[in-house]
C-alpha cells in the first residue's frame, strides 16, 4: 500500500523549475512525506523530507500544504540530469518500511 | 568507500539453484534494508534489520527467501531455489535508525 499518488509522468524544459505534486490525503500526524528519486539503472537517491513545515536543501525545496493531505518537490532549475523517477513516500516516524509505488517519471527536455 | 555496496553486480544463475547477494552498509548504520525491483516496477519491500532486534520479514515473498545480518554490519540475502519470476534488481539500503535510507547500486539477477 503505498498510500501516495503521482502523476505517472512529467516532461519539463531545461532551465526550467520542475513541480512534482503528491497526494496524501490519508497522512496521520505522526508520517513524514520523504522524496527520492532513481536515475535509469542505478540504486534511488533520498531528496528531502519533512513533517509539516516546508523545507529546502541544495537539491530541492519541498512545499507541503497546510492540511498535510498533499506536496509538492521542487526542482529550481531542471537539467538534463535531473531525468529519473521520483518517488514521494510518507511513512510514520517509528515505521519499519518505504513503500515507493511507482512514482513520476520526469523527462527534463533540452 | 563511504556508501552503500552491493555484491555481486550481475548475477545469471539456472532455475533451481541457490545464490547469495551481499551488502555492505555504510559504516555505523543501525537500519539495513533489502527491497527488490522488477522491471519498470516500483521497489518491493523485502525485510528490514534494526541493530539487535528481531528483523522485519514481512515482506519476504516465500520461504525461499531469506535474509541475515552477520555483526550488525554486513547482510546476504539468500535465495533457494531460485525461479524466473526472481528475476530483478535487489536493492540494499543503510541508514541511522530508522529514518533516511542511502541505497546501493543494485544486484541484478537473471534466472533463466
Known amino acids: 500500500d503505498a498510500k501516495t499518488t503521482q502523476p505517472p509522468s512529467m516532461d519539463c524544459a531545461e532551465g526550467r523549475a520542475a513541480n512534482l505534486p503528491c497526494n496524501h490525503s490519508?497522512?496521520?500526524?505522526?508520517?513524514?512525506v520523504y522524496w527520492y528519486r532513481q536515475i535509469h539503472s542505478q540504486g534511488p537517491q533520498y531528496i528531502i523530507h519533512?513533517?509539516?513545515n516546508n523545507e529546502t536543501n541544495e537539491m530541492a525545496s519541498l512545499i507541503i500544504t497546510e492540511d498535510r493531505k498533499s506536496s509538492t518537490l521542487i526542482l529550481p532549475h531542471a537539467t538534463l540530469r535531473d531525468t529519473a523517477v521520483y518517488y514521494c513516500?510518507?511513512?510514520?516516524?517509528?515505521?519499519?518500511?518505504?513503500?515507493f509505488g511507482t512514482g513520476t517519471s520526469l523527462t527534463v527536455i533540452p | 568507500g563511504a556508501g552503500v555496496s552491493q555484491s555481486p553486480s550481475n548475477k545469471v544463475t539456472e532455475k533451481g539453484k541457490d545464490v547469495e547477494l551481499r551488502c555492505d552498509p555504510i559504516s555505523g548504520h543501525t537500519a539495513l534494508y533489502w527491497y527488490r525491483q522488477s522491471l519498470g516496477q516500483g521497489l518491493e519491500f523485502l525485510i528490514y534489520f534494526q541493530g539487535n532486534s528481531a528483523p522485519d520479514k514481512s515482506g519476504l515473498p516465500s520461504d525461499r527467501f531469506s535474509a541475515e545480518r552477520t555483526g550488525g554490519s554486513v547482510s546476504t540475502l539468500t535465495i533457494q531455489r531460485t525461479q524466473q519470476e526472481d528475476s530483478a534488481v535487489y536493492l540494499c539500503?543503510?541508514?541511522?535508525?530508522?529514518?533516511?535510507?542511502?541505497f546501493g547500486p543494485g544486484t541484478r539477477l537473471l534466472v533463466l
Open positions: 539500503a543503510s541508514g541511522v535508525g530508522a529514518k533516511t535510507q542511502y
Open positions: 519533512g513533517l509539516k
Open positions: 513516500i510518507v511513512r510514520a516516524i517509528t515505521g519499519n518500511q518505504f513503500y
Open positions: 490519508t497522512i496521520s500526524g505522526n508520517e513524514y
